[in-house]
Structures are given as structure tokens and as C-alpha cells.
């Protein structure tokens, strides 16, 4: 991996087990054994290193959520999303803790967070609507909008709350498993009849792995 | 007023419109026509004024979350809790803004807000149950403790997820308003049959509010 790469790598891996605030660029150096200034040769600052992984972010968050072909199960398309979510919080989880601030310290991060808020609240649209005309849930078409924003909050700040909510909270799968059984309440209660035991099997799997327990694929 | 009062009533103005992190003691002293060293007679740094302002918050929200009376009807139950939740984000929106930075930086603040958060969780468990007991809201009573975690996170959050999914997002009435709209939803698919008027009516006034208009009281 070129040194480029790898200093990226670090710094994400560093920012999400030690919270981005408490990360300097002198600390990514000594994590590679490398010199600050060869650190400095590929990157001026801090923000800038902050810039690529949001480069990363982005494609991340392109390729992982798949637009919902109409092919596919209902289960196959909750599921997707699922994965989807578990892995943009796994992977970056200290963008979501310090997601306002790195947005208030950088204009063009914030722009480019903005397109992609944007991407992101059509894909949840898409996805309730696919939902909807495969009959798995029945809802007033007027509340799609506010549900859509609803879980978009509920995803985002997941690990805010978390980590307000209770002391020494780790960005563990566990926690982040219990946050995808809060998007699962939100859809419960408009599941058509015909899809209740299908949502409470996943449902179940789900609270199994928020327990820490190993579940069959 | 005393100069003490007057510097945490001006902090709090200046840190809910321009943020708190965009807010000096300077700026403070200089919006009050007071010396610096005046300020600091009274607090030592921001910190400090930041926890005064901190423990107005927790009287705020002892005071305003009244425990639900057996006596009360579910309209009033309701209405109250969403009136608490309107001048709690609209007196304080700052912190709101601005938590897990807040709390990272202050291990003081960080514990007294695991209280107020352990308190505030009470609160919302009971007016749930209150609800189902009354009969307004027939829900699984497993999924109780997983929706009062989903209204907190929902009302904790709002303002961060505001201004971080459009530029320019001003803590305005109507933003609030269209905040509280989304805890409406939540309750929405468990209200009985019986109460489902009483919810539409109280969810087109809080839609009105949302768009600007005056609502008759």
C-alpha cells in the first residue's frame, strides 16, 4: 500500500478507536513510524486528510446503497439496507460522533455532505416506496417524507446518542445492532399482516446479534 | 438584574444565535458594554459560564417535564410534553446544537447530563405508558423502552440533524415546530381508533405552526 494510502487507513482507524478530536497528525506519524514530515509531504493538514476519507465516505456510501431493483424480495431489500447501515457506521463511526463540528470547520465538507444527504434521503424514499408496493408495509403516503427523515435522524445520530446517553459508550457491532433494531421499530408498525412473522424473524436476528450472540447467515 | 445573571442571559442569547463555538468571553463582555476583567470577577473562563448555564437547563427541564397526573386527559398529557420539548429546544438550542462536543470536553457536565438523561428517559417511559393505560395508544408493551429511546433521540438530535442536512438551518419556531411534527408520527400508527381525530387535530395544528401561521389557542 503506498504511504499515501496508508496514512489514510491509520487515521481512520485511529479517529474511530480514539474519537477524531483527540487525534493529531503527529500521532497518525508515530502510529506508521513514519516522520511528521513525511506525513506533511502527502498531506498539509489534518483537514485535508479529513477531506480524502470523505472522499471515501462518499463512494462508500454510493456503492453500499444499492437502488432497490423491483426484482427484488422485500426481505432482500430490508436486508440490503441493513447491511448497508451497519457498515457506513462501522467503518466511520467518528464521522457520525463529530458529525456537526467537522461539518461548522469545513464549508467544502459540508457542501459535499450536503449532495450526499441528499442521495441518501431519495434512496430511503425509494426504499419505503418499494416497500409499499410490494404490500410489506401499508402506510399513509403522506407520512413517507416524515418517515424518511425519520430514520435518516435515527441512523445519523445513532452514536451521538449513544455516546450522550452513557458513559464509555464503544462503537461496538453490539451498539450498532441496536440501533438497526430502532430503524426496524420504525417500519414494525405499518407491516402488512401477510409480513408481520418475516419482520419478526429478522427482527429476532437482529436482537440476537445486539446481544452479542453468533447467528447463522 | 445582577452583572452575574446578565452575562449568563447574554451568553445564552449569543451562543443560540451565532453558536457556541463561534462565542469568546470577549464577545460577551463587549454585547454587555463590560469590561473583560469585569467578566472575569465573575466567571474564570467560558467553561465556566457554560456549566451556570448548564444547571438552568437542569431546573428547566425539572420544572417543565411535569410527571403526568393519573387525573390528566391524554390531550393534555400529550400537549404538555410537546409545549416542554418546544421551550426546551428553543431556550437552550445551543446546547442541543453542540452536545457530544460539549460533554467530550467537560466530564462534570458529562455526569450531571447522564442524569438529566436518565431522568428525562423516565419521563417519556411513563407518558407511553400513561398513554396505553388510558387508551389512547395500544402498542406491544416490549417495544416501549425501545420507542422512548427513538422520541429521545428523536427531539435530542433535531437541531443537529437540521443543521447538518441544509446550510443556513436557523433554530426558528418553525423548525422546532416541524421537529415536534416528527414525534407525532412516532406515536401515530399505535393511537386507537378512539383517539384518532384527537391526534389528526393536534398534528394539522402543530402542521400550521410548522408553516408559519398563527394558530388560535
Known amino acids: 500500500m503506498k504511504t499515501k494510502d496508508r496514512i489514510i487507513e491509520a487515521s481512520i482507524e485511529l479517529f474511530n478507536s480514539q474519537g477524531e478530536r483527540n487525534v493529531t497528525t503527529n500521532h497518525i506519524a508515530s502510529h506508521l513510524n513514519i516522520s511528521p514530515g513525511n506525513l506533511y509531504y502527502h498531506f498539509s493538514n489534518k483537514e485535508e486528510i479529513i477531506r480524502h476519507i470523505f472522499t471515501k465516505y462518499a463512494d462508500h456510501m454510493a456503492i453500499s446503497f444499492e437502488p432497490v431493483k423491483p426484482s427484488q424480495d422485500a426481505v432482500k431489500i430490508l436486508t440490503n439496507y441493513f447491511d448497508a447501515v451497519f457498515s457506513a457506521l462501522y467503518h466511520f463511526n467518528f464521522l457520525y460522533d463529530n458529525l456537526p463540528v467537522i461539518m461548522a470547520r469545513d464549508p467544502e465538507l ?49 452514536i451521538s446518542y449513544c455516546k450522550t446517553s452513557s458513559e464509555n459508550a464503544d462503537v461496538t457491532d453490539e451498539l450498532i445492532y441496536n440501533g438497526l433494531l430502532k430503524v426496524i421499530l420504525l417500519f414494525k408498525p405499518y407491516i402488512t399482516s401477510e409480513y408481520k412473522d418475516t419482520i419478526n424473524d429478522i427482527s429476532t436476528r437482529y436482537r440476537a446479534l445486539a446481544a452479542g450472540k453468533t447467528v447463522e447467515e
Open 110 to 158: 459540508r457542501a459535499q455532505f450536503g449532495v450526499i444527504h441528499n442521495k441518501m434521503m431519495e434512496k430511503i424514499h425509494h426504499l419505503i416506496v418499494s416497500l409499499q408496493v410490494a404490500n410489506v408495509i401499508n402506510m399513509d403516503t403522506n407520512d413517507i417524507d416524515d418517515l424518511a427523515n425519520i430514520i435518516k435522524q435515527q441512523v445519523t445520530f445513532w
